[in-house]
């Protein structure tokens, strides 16, 4: 069965520093897809990021960008110049391949970000 | 494109008392999910519909929880009766069919509280 585990429950930083979310996945799997998602205080969940696991190269957008290491079954998130707006929870996922295709969350990272 | 449309966005009923919540998906996204978010965790996959057929309802409280999706289109959750723990975020989500694996994207959510 898959995990996916964030330890980090809450973070405070203030705007324009830097944070990193750390997330941890679990699978026997060799082919699998990764993703962010930002829930702001509305609710509903906006989708960051999909990353598959055949592709380790990191990536950037903008002030967002992504650590994919296998080899530590990690998938980390950094925000760069954290701003205000960027308060909200963060989830990571995994999902497998196959036909089911079902995400399985982490319990997610509260990032609130002071001015 | 228009997004992932829910309704209600709130409801408040009595234990044993039955609801049921309503999803409108993209416009053209085959397969419809609807999740689970109890407060402080992440979501819980209920079931997932490949158009009008059920994919996986396997952890869906099948006594209480019932689900459609007729013209493999808009979708229907129902719960009867409730409980205090179906206090929670329901949220749908939808996703393209053909091809490699598709983001699925999320609505608002329905915000559930059963007193």
């Known amino acids: 069965a898959q995990k996916v585990t964030q330890a980090q429950t809450e973070i405070s930083v203030v705007e324009k520093e830097d944070v990193t979310l750390d997330c941890v996945y679990e699978?026997?799997?060799?082919?699998?897809?990764l993703f962010w998602y930002k829930q702001p205080p509305s609710g509903e969940l906006v989708f960051l990021i999909r990353?598959?696991?055949?592709?380790?190269q990191n990536e950037i957008s903008g002030r967002y960008s992504w650590n994919f290491q296998k080899s530590t079954s990690s998938f980390n998130f950094t925000i760069t110049a954290s701003q205000v707006v960027d308060s909200a929870v963060y989830f990571c996922?995994?999902?497998?391949?196959?036909?089911?295709?079902?995400?399985?969350f982490g319990s997610g990272t509260q990032l609130t970000v002071l001015p | 494109e228009a997004g992932v449309a829910q309704s209600p966005r709130y409801k408040i009923i009595e234990k044993r008392q039955s609801v049921a919540f309503w999803c409108n998906p993209i416009s053209g996204h085959a397969t419809l999910y609807w999740y689970q978010q109890i407060l402080g965790q992440g979501p819980k996959l209920l079931i997932q519909?490949?158009?009008?057929?059920?994919?996986?309802d396997s952890q869906l409280p099948k006594d209480r929880f019932s689900a459609e999706r007729l013209k493999g289109v808009d979708s229907t959750l129902k719960i009867q009766p409730a409980k205090l723990e179906d206090s929670a975020v329901y949220l749908c989500?939808?996703?393209?069919?053909?091809?490699?694996?598709?983001?699925?994207?999320f609505g608002p959510g329905t915000r559930l509280l059963v007193l």
């Open positions: 519909f490949q158009n009008n057929g059920v994919v996986d």
């Open positions: 989500a939808s996703s393209q069919l053909k091809g490699s694996l598709k983001t699925q994207y």
């Open positions: 990353r598959n696991s055949f592709d380790e």
């Open positions: 699978t026997r799997d060799t082919t699998y897809y």
């Open positions: 996922a995994l999902c497998l391949s196959g036909s089911a295709r079902q995400l399985t």
